[in-house]
């Protein structure tokens, strides 16, 4: 399925992933990752948008992320990319590209889909064996959404109530590929990530039709927390 023009929808939820150039390292310690971070919280201030969760990998970038202006994710992610990559051409004397083109962002459909594209995020550590659970990776919002760590790059308006915490760290357990492998396909795309009314609506909003046909979506019952 081609990629479409992105798509923003202010106030609702987006999943971000941002790959470096033909898959290579952008990360190669903690100083790098640090910096990532510190410049990701800046911009995400001046370009107001929120981070609900992120995860850093060697090589990409998970964010899920609330714009308030049309603009807050093309100019603050761009610009975090953009600095980002000064700073690391810099430190490793390169020239050059960093990132694999444009990030890919999808919007997101709160529910049933939110915390399936939480966990997707959170559980990247988990999926090539770097850790054997998610909260103990230190470059990701896991452990601020499971163990309640003070995580400064996280929006103070969480989407996880306090109340909801142990459901979410029960929910963050369980593997499902299916659900992963269907994120994975439509973030790829660029269409929103929702049932078909969800779509219809994000259309009308950003004045633009968004087709779905040919998206096989796993059952709903697999998205919810439980």
């Given at each position: 399925?081609?990629?479409?023009?992105?798509?923003?929808a202010i106030n609702y939820p987006h999943h971000i992933t941002q790959r470096g150039n033909n898959r290579e390292t952008v990360f190669f310690d903690d100083e790098d990752r640090k910096f990532y971070l510190r410049i990701l919280s800046k911009y995400s201030d001046e370009w107001d948008f929120e981070i609900w969760a992120y995860c850093l990998m060697t090589n990409h970038v998970?964010?899920?992320?609330?714009?308030?202006?049309?603009?807050?994710?093309?100019?603050?992610?761009?610009?975090?990319?953009?600095?980002?990559?000064?700073?690391?051409?810099?430190?490793?004397?390169?020239?050059?590209?960093?990132?694999?083109?444009?990030?890919?962002?999808?919007?997101?459909?709160?529910?049933?889909?939110?915390?399936?594209?939480?966990?997707?995020?959170?559980?990247?550590?988990?999926?090539?064996?770097?850790?054997?659970?998610?909260?103990?990776?230190?470059?990701?919002?896991?452990?601020?959404?499971?163990?309640?760590?003070?995580?400064?790059?996280?929006?103070?308006?969480?989407?996880?109530?306090?109340?909801?915490?142990?459901?979410?760290?029960?929910?963050?357990?369980?593997?499902?590929?299916?659900?992963?492998?269907?994120?994975?396909?439509?973030?790829?795309?660029?269409?929103?990530?929702?049932?078909?009314?969800?779509?219809?609506?994000?259309?009308?909003?950003?004045?633009?039709?968004?087709?779905?046909?040919?998206?096989?979506?796993?059952?709903?019952?697999?998205?919810?927390?439980?």
């Open positions: 399925m081609p990629r479409i023009a992105r798509v923003c998970h964010i899920l992320a609330v714009p308030r202006k049309e603009e807050s994710l093309a100019k603050g992610i761009g610009i975090t990319n953009l600095v980002y990559t000064q700073y690391f051409n810099r430190r490793y004397d390169r020239s050059g590209r960093l990132w694999q083109n444009r990030f890919f962002s999808t919007i997101i459909e709160r529910e049933p889909y939110l915390w399936a594209v939480a966990r997707y995020i959170e559980r990247n550590p988990v999926r090539v064996d770097i850790v054997k659970k998610a909260e103990d990776y230190h470059w990701s919002s896991a452990k601020a959404h499971v163990l309640r760590a003070k995580d400064n790059i996280l929006s103070g308006a969480s989407w996880l109530n306090e109340s909801e915490m142990n459901a979410y760290h029960n929910f963050l357990r369980k593997e499902d590929n299916e659900i992963d492998n269907f994120i994975r396909k439509i973030t790829s795309t660029g269409r929103p990530l929702g049932r078909e009314e969800f779509i219809k609506n994000i259309g009308r909003i950003i004045d633009r039709a968004i087709f779905t046909k040919g998206v096989g979506r796993p059952k709903k019952s697999r998205m919810v927390k439980k």
